[in-house]
């Protein structure tokens, strides 16, 4: 909220509304007349929070679409804020039948739209064990991807891959232990399948340069980030940025400190970044001319 600097009246965009935790803190500071756009590809997650954010009226507008369609929704409107929360939800990791988490065993599913789209059983199943191996490097930095792959082409072959259960443990016994105290051997594994399936790096920078291009003089985007693929391609489009009249808000990503971490274990990989838009837009005579 200290990055994004909300004021009253201001028009802000939560891309990846998620349950709308962020949403509300927004409309709350931006009151009595701040207006927010809320963006989520998840249906289900997106009608929980338009119910959660009922009592804000018509200052709060609800669309099911892909933060990267943001441009298109404000129609030439200039946004004084807009968030990004990337990654997985809170709500779709605690959702077995969802099929994000090993956790609690589910359909291997993985879609953060369900209305279409292959699904994580798809690519595990129906994948060559080459690629698979290679996207598992890809997106999860996983070193022995190779060997995982090559353990689930074999399970496969007796019996297809149907759950997040049978998955976990396949990739258990055939990854090394991780060398993080904590973290389960098919985190990685399951963070690639997953980036794949929703397509979460696919155009990430030019949609950030997209985004950035929607703010008013002194706006501001803020992102945060959860693993290194994502935080990087975020560093490094907003260092760029930063020589095109934006100015960055953090030199260095910001952490969670240590209390945060207790209370949410889950922020502990979040990296949160920000820049502001300097330069006055051009006058109405001068873009006709």
């Known amino acids: ?130 690629d698979l191996a290679d996207l598992i490097y890809k997106f999860g930095e996983e070193r022995a991807s190779r060997r995982i792959a090559r353990a689930i082409t074999r399970a496969r072959e007796r019996a297809p891959i149907r759950t997040t259960g049978e998955l976990a443990e396949i990739v258990r016994r055939a990854a090394p232990r991780s060398r993080r105290p904590g973290l389960h051997p098919a985190t990685r594994t399951f963070q690639a399948v997953r980036i794949h399936v929703n397509r979460e790096l696919e155009g990430l920078s030019p949609a950030l340069e997209s985004l950035a291009a929607c703010l008013a003089p002194g706006g501001r985007l803020v992102v945060i980030a959860f693993h290194s693929l994502e935080d990087r391609e975020v560093k490094h489009t907003f260092r760029g940025l930063a020589s095109r009249g934006y100015r960055l808000l953090t030199k260095k990503p910001i952490r969670p400190g240590e209390e945060e971490t207790r209370g949410n274990p889950r922020a502990r990989s979040a990296r949160l970044r920000g820049i502001a838009r300097e330069e006055a837009l051009e006058r109405p005579d001068q873009e006709a001319a």
């Open 1 to 130: 909220m200290e990055l994004l600097a909300v004021k009253a009246g201001g028009l802000y965009v939560d891309g990846t509304l998620g349950l709308g935790g962020h949403a509300a803190e927004v409309l709350l500071r931006s009151a009595p007349g701040g207006r927010l756009l809320g963006v989520d590809r998840d249906g289900e997650t997106l009608a929980r929070a338009q119910a959660a954010l009922a009592g804000f009226g018509p200052r709060a507008r609800f669309v099911q679409a892909d933060f990267r369609e943001v441009p298109a929704l404000l129609a030439g409107d200039r946004a004084d804020g807009i968030l990004l929360d990337l990654g997985v939800s809170s709500l779709q990791l605690d959702t077995a039948e969802r099929g994000f988490s090993f956790q609690a065993d589910g359909p291997l599913d993985m879609r953060m739209d369900r209305s279409g789209g292959e699904t994580a059983a798809e690519v595990v199943n129906r994948t060559r064990e080459a």
